[in-house]
């Protein structure tokens, strides 16, 4: 079993850049596919970001294609996501949860570990 932990949330303007970074422990990352989800309250959980086992293959939800980068460490044991030309739209907890499935969908049912999440708000 994997225990994840998120860093790198804050408060920034739009436009600006912000690198998320989660760090994984007591299982081997480099057997889970991972991704990033977030969260605005009120509102369901949506997924944001997913690297496959392997060759590492990503796929982005289309409203930060172009704008945000999913890569892993396996030697570091830690995902990352940088998130660049933020608006406002993207506020939220965010979180990155792993999944046994070498190249998962969408659906938070496919990750069964998750991290705290950390918040991310974009504000001028």
């Known amino acids: 079993q994997v225990q994840l932990a998120e860093s790198g949330g804050g408060l920034v303007q739009p436009g600006d850049s912000l690198k998320l970074s989660c760090a994984a422990s007591g299982g081997t990352f480099s057997s889970y596919a991972m991704g990033w989800f977030r969260q605005i309250p009120g509102k369901e959980r949506e997924f944001v970001a997913s690297?496959?086992?392997?060759?590492?293959?990503?796929f982005y939800t289309e409203s930060v294609k172009g704008r945000f980068t999913i890569a892993r460490d396996n030697a570091k044991n830690t995902l990352f996501l940088q998130m660049n030309r933020l608006k406002p739209e993207d506020t939220g907890v965010y979180y990155c949860?792993?999944?046994?499935?070498?190249?998962?969908?969408?659906?938070?049912?496919?990750?069964?570990?998750w991290g705290p999440g950390t918040q991310v708000t974009v504000s001028s």
């Open positions: 949860a792993a999944s046994p499935t070498s190249r998962p969908g969408t659906g938070q049912y496919e990750y069964h570990y």
């Open positions: 690297i496959s086992l392997g060759i590492g293959s990503t």
